[in-house]
């Protein structure tokens, strides 16, 4: 039987959840939780219904794992508990300094109701936290870097299109390859947030906007773009709509440490990450944890749990043996 | 308390390992079990004990957790099953073809007497094989690419010296540049054993050696470099000292893959090592598994394990709450 897999939230993650589902033959997908009318929201699996949020209790002995594809600012710090009432879940709430808080929320709720939600699964938060992980349990005196992209940040792509006399823009966060080289080469340097990321914008102007001081007004926002060097170009809409419409990103999780007994060899793991589409992508890694909570629930280990929470066999399809046997 | 590690075997891989719990402030070496002379063997830690390997039954309360480091290809297969009846305990066995026997010796003998070992630990097996898992889990529909070194091979090392005429030999095994840029562009490149490394030997000549054969011999040995370019140098065994002394290792697991309704979005996972010490690294890996193996053991989960098993969690010493706040 497959495991029965609902979606809750239709934007660009929860198209690619739907995707991710496809790629994997134990799983099916039976339904889709909108806020929007049911018969507005077109999807691509012939055999699930779209269904209005609010009917969603409804579907508790009809879905083993519900994937919650909402936005980290508002819509998972309430969403996750409420929903991890009903099913076990899986979000990818990314706001790093809340995460202890989103735990304790949710962890309360699953042990009242007996589920199991993974929280904060993705690439970061998820598989560059993982890789953190492992770089300091094998390698505690070292030192750990992360650089992101090339990819384009939401967050930064929004601002700039707040700017009066902006019609459209593109952000690209870019580390920085002198960094990059030196972390490799062992320098274990200090880096600044100028010297590890440029930013590059793309932007489309409204009909008679000045240039310099939309320009300027980027390069010197503060949080966003003061502390970086960044580059601003204007480009016309065509180009923007023939260049600018993807949603790559990437980056790199360094750890470079020492051992012997002092401390006298060095050792470099890294871990890379180039992604054309970074919603695609993270939708992936939530079906794959998503497999993991239906099977902790199946063993009765409730309650709120991380990527730190998982042994890798969980996320497999296949049994331990076929795993020892292939993979090892 | 700390946990009480015991070591049985002293080469480099046990040196290793004694090493890398100096860097483990909740660990503590207490026994070095030997084959040779208690008293021939010095050890670098004044509070731990050398023991002949015959009084081993004695030590069953006074250690945690016995991290194995013998040879695979004979000692492990009988090792491993013997002292999993005494203690909990790590190996790093890594004849690939024989881990699913291997496990189920191992299994039986820990169910039988409550114990948890953790075998095939290291980087390949070990991490390699955690990245090859979780690049399949995520990106189902794709294709997988190891490659090894830049790093000394023991084995042809070894096959090298048994020529008559060599006085002392090392050999390195290089990926093809041309292979891993052609796998990190997204060309899922079909690769020969040719196309993706090469090898390369430094060789000291016993005096009057006839150096073409000796190149001859190698360069056609079947199994060890026939179907490879081999390279050999020819140097002065001053220079040798000087040059080739260090173990070095490393490599690179990617996993090339597709997501999209129609596979029509591409992804690259890269995960690469640069180690200057093959043993000091596997070591530090096993002593960080020797905690996981310490803590299943607390809670009854006994048997045998492998790095698909355990939980990242287990593997810090940090608690849960400590690494979601500082490490997701």
């Avoid at 819509?75 to 808080?101: G, M, V, W």
């Avoid at 010197?220 to 419409?245: C, G, K, L």
Wanted: charged share 25%.
């Amino acid at each position: 039987m497959s495991i029965r897999v609902g979606i809750i939230g239709y934007g660009n993650l929860g198209k690619g959840v739907e995707c991710a589902i496809k790629q994997n033959p134990d799983m099916e997908l039976v339904a889709v939780f909108t806020r929007r009318a049911p018969e507005s929201v077109k999807i691509l699996t012939q055999t699930a219904e779209v269904v209005n949020i609010a009917d969603i209790e409804k579907w508790t002995d009809k879905i083993d794992v519900a994937v919650i594809c909402g936005g980290s600012a508002t819509d998972l710090p309430t969403q996750t508990p409420e929903y991890s009432k009903l099913f076990n879940c899986i979000d990818s709430f990314d706001t790093h300094a809340r995460i202890p808080e989103h735990f304790a929320n949710v962890d309360k709720v699953c042990k009242d109701n007996d589920k199991v939600t993974i929280i904060s699964i993705g690439w970061d938060p998820g598989l560059f936290s993982l890789n953190r992980l492992m770089g300091n349990v094998i390698l505690p005196d070292g030192k750990d870097y992360t650089f992101w992209g090339k990819g384009v940040s939401q967050g930064h792509s929004d601002a700039v299109r707040r700017i009066a006399g902006v019609k459209n823009a593109k952000q690209y966060t870019i580390p920085v390859d002198a960094a990059l080289e030196a972390v490799r080469n062992g320098e274990n340097p200090e880096l600044t947030t100028r010297q590890k990321h440029t930013r590059e914008c793309f932007v489309v102007l409204e009909e008679g906007a000045d240039a310099a001081q939309v320009e300027k007004e980027i390069v010197t926002m503060p949080n966003y773009f003061a502390d970086y060097d960044t580059t601003v170009n204007f480009i016309s809409e065509d180009e923007f709509n023939a260049n600018h419409q993807g949603i790559p990103h990437g980056g790199f999780v360094m750890r470079s440490g020492k051992t012997g007994w002092n401390g006298e060899t060095n050792h470099m793991i890294e871990y890379s990450l180039k992604l054309d589409s970074n919603p695609e992508f993270t939708a992936s890694v939530l079906i794959a944890y998503a497999r993991a909570a239906y099977r902790l629930a199946e063993k009765k280990d409730y309650g709120c749990k991380t990527i730190f929470d998982i042994a890798p066999a969980l996320l497999a399809a296949q049994d331990g043996a076929e795993l020892r046997a292939h993979l090892l």
